[in-house]
């Protein structure tokens, strides 16, 4: 038979296409107890910007409904959002092994919100922020409360207090009362929906969240004695600023006083450095202690290094990486295959101003 072309003139090509996940940034979730809006046993569904009323309807399912037209309802806006079921007997030692059931199902989300919101929820808020903070992957948590105990300096029961205690560093909590506030009935206000999603369609800590003007929640009515209050807990607020149409939550930070916006932009970095390593693994033909997979290393962190000062998170000129020359590396470390180096990186923090107090002097001159 002929000679195939093939076997003089062999040309192979090897598709290095693979790429690694990006963990999921820009979602939020809201845990609810109505059962009727999943099918079969699913754990979680996906409900989308244009189609959400009917999906979840006012008539029946009313707070989740004012959650979700909070959440799409702003200037800007995600596209998509997520419901997470629980159970009706739902209690705080069976909360995780519930959430697993959902991530079990590939629900993916960055923030994670609760439908209640009254001192009966407490329980089931505080399982909540404690289940975010051991999770796995990088997420917050943004909590909304009315209980009148976020007032008092005396009482430990609040979810604010019990979060800030307990030093839940990636969950913030929103107080707004319910009733009528200034002629506008706050009962079925969703502040948290609003600032998720209004802040999440934004580049990873490229913004503040407080100063951002938000749709369908109004002023929470408050005094400067009670806002104080409220801040000495670590509680966000909404406010209108006053002969204006503004209104916005402040200060929009987590409740150990960390801002979201950093929060959210250190996750980004780090998320991103995952996968960029992994990526580089997928197409370099060896990892190895040497030199030349260090370089490449140091130039991955110095990439997003870049992108974080680009974004404003860290100032910029601050970011430094101090990888170890590959050499000094003991055989023992080596031979694991494991390259755990600590502090290879730093850089200084670039902190958003709140509020601002500027005081200066006049004076008469001489002639």
Same mark, same amino acid.
């Given at each position: ?134 999770? &796995?992957?990088?997420? *917050? ?8 105990? @976020?007032? /008092? =300096? +005396?009482?430990? $029961? ?45 580049? &990873?800590?490229?913004? *503040? ?8 929640? @109004?002023? /929470? =009515? +408050?005094?400067? $004695? ?142």
């Amino acid at each position: 038979m002929p000679t195939p072309l093939r076997r003089r003139f062999r040309v192979d090509t090897l598709l290095l296409d693979k790429t690694a996940p990006i963990a999921v940034l820009n979602v939020a979730a809201l845990i609810t107890k109505s059962d009727d809006l999943f099918t079969g046993r699913a754990r979680w569904i996906s409900v989308f910007e244009d189609d959400f009323s009917e999906t979840v309807p006012a008539a029946t399912h009313p707070v989740e409904n004012a959650w979700l037209r909070a959440y799409f309802g702003q200037a800007l806006r995600p596209t998509v959002a997520l419901l997470v079921l629980i159970d009706d007997e739902t209690t705080a030692l069976r909360l995780e092994s519930e959430l697993d059931q959902a991530v079990a199902q590939n629900a993916a989300w960055y923030q994670l919100h609760y439908v209640g919101n009254a001192a009966a929820d407490i329980p089931l808020q505080l399982a909540i922020a404690q289940y975010n903070q051991s999770f &796995e992957e990088k997420t *917050q948590t943004l909590l909304l409360t009315n209980d009148a105990n @976020a007032f /008092s =300096g +005396l009482a430990t $029961s609040d979810i604010g207090y019990q979060c800030r205690n307990n030093a839940l560093e990636r969950t913030a909590v929103i107080f707004h009362p319910t009733g009528t506030v200034n002629g506008i009935d706050l009962t079925a206000q969703r502040p948290d929906g609003a600032l998720a999603g209004r802040m999440l369609p934004t580049d &990873e800590g490229a913004e *503040q969240w407080d100063w951002k003007a938000l749709s369908l929640i @109004a002023d /929470s =009515g +408050l005094s400067e $004695s009670q806002q104080n209050a409220l801040r000495t807990k670590g509680y966000n607020f909404v406010e209108q600023i006053k002969n204006t149409t503004f209104i916005h939550v402040f200060p929009a930070r987590l409740c150990t006083d960390r801002e979201i916006r950093i929060q959210w932009g250190a996750d980004w970095f780090d998320v991103n450095v995952q996968a960029s390593l992994a990526n580089y693994a997928f197409r370099t033909p060896l990892m190895a202690f040497d030199q030349d997979t260090f370089t490449d290393v140091e130039a991955i962190l110095y990439n997003w290094g870049a992108r974080a000062e680009a974004r404003r998170i860290i100032k910029p000129g601050s970011f430094v990486v101090t990888l170890p020359d590959p050499d000094t590396i003991p055989a023992s470390v080596r031979a694991s295959g494991i390259a755990n180096f600590n502090n290879v990186y730093e850089a200084e923090l670039n902190s958003a101003i709140d509020q601002w107090r500027i005081q200066g002097t006049w004076k008469v001159g001489g002639v």
